[in-house]
């Protein structure tokens, strides 16, 4: 039974698939509940934070997280999932270029 388990939860894992957003050109794995979400910057001034997902909070999938950002107007150059890391999304942010 435990053997059963482990490989189902093997296949969850390795089948997710991937979902293409046309606007912002990322790929992001559609796995399941988001629990927490670490944002990284491209320019070096801004410092990386992390979300914490509340129970029932407003990132039920990973379309959710770059949709948020979408509407801050932030460009979004990667989103990674990690099932193995707790369902912890990384988000890199592309930031204009100070003239």
């Known amino acids: 039974m435990k053997k059963l388990l482990l490989v189902s939860l093997f296949i969850l894992a390795t089948s ?14 559609q796995s399941g509940i988001v629990n927490k979400v670490d944002v990284y910057f491209d320019n070096g ?3 990386p934070y ?6 029932g909070g407003r990132f039920l999938s990973p379309v959710a997280v770059v949709n948020h ?11 990674h999932m990690s099932v ?8 890199y ?6 003239e």
Not at 69 to 79: H, N, R
């Open 93 to 98: 942010i592309i930031t204009k270029k100070e």
């Open 50 to 55: 992390k979300i914490k997902n509340e129970k």
């Open 69 to 79: 950002f979408k509407k801050k107007g932030w460009t979004i150059k990667e989103v």
């Open 84 to 91: 193995a890391m707790a369902n912890t999304i990384r988000v």
């Open 45 to 47: 001034k801004e410092k």
């Open 16 to 29: 997710a698939f991937c979902f293409a957003d046309k606007y912002a050109e990322v790929t992001v794995i």
